[in-house]
Nanobody
Framework: QVQLVESGGGSVQPGGSLSLSCAASGSIFSINTMNWYRQAPGKQRDVVARIGSRGTTDYADSVKGRFTISRDNAKNTMYLQMSNLKPEDTAVYYC??????????????WGQGTQVTVSS
C-alpha cells in the first residue's frame, strides 16, 4: 500500500533551478533514510543525495554545493532543491526510501521517476 510519487521535474536552462518533491503515502508507520537517485540514458542509477530520519545528509560529489535535500516528516515528503543546473544533471530522478508500514517491517520502495532536462 505504500507509494512514493515524485513531482517537479521539467526542462530548464543551464544555470537554472528546479525543485523536486517526493510524497510517500499509504499505511506508514515510519520512514528511515530517504534517497534521491538519478539515471541518465546509458548510465547506471546512482545516488545523488540521501537524508536520514533526523536530517543527516550526504551528497554525491557531482552535486555538492548545488543541490539541497530536505524532508518534512509530518508530511512524509522529501525535497530536492537543485540550483546551478548543468547539462550533465539531465536524468530521470527517482525517489527511494526505507519505509515501515503499520504491522510490517521495513521495506525499500521506489517512485516511478520524474524527468529533469537541462539544455539550452
Amino acid at each position: 500500500q505504500v507509494q512514493l510519487v515524485e513531482s517537479g521535474g521539467g526542462s530548464v536552462q543551464p544555470g537554472g533551478s528546479l525543485s523536486l518533491s517526493c510524497a510517500a503515502s499509504g499505511s506508514i508507520f515510519s520512514i528511515n533514510t530517504m534517497n534521491w537517485y538519478r539515471q541518465a540514458p546509458g548510465k547506471q542509477r546512482d545516488v545523488v543525495a540521501r537524508i536520514g530520519s533526523r536530517g543527516t545528509t550526504d551528497y554525491a560529489d557531482s552535486v555538492k554545493g548545488r543541490f539541497t535535500i530536505s524532508r518534512d516528516n509530518a508530511k512524509n515528503t522529501m525535497y530536492l532543491q537543485m540550483s546551478n543546473l548543468k547539462p550533465e544533471d539531465t536524468a530521470v530522478y527517482y525517489c527511494n526510501a526505507d519505509v515501515r508500514p503499520y504491522g510490517m517491517g521495513y521495506g525499500n520502495y521506489w517512485g516511478q521517476g520524474t524527468q529533469v532536462t537541462v539544455s539550452s
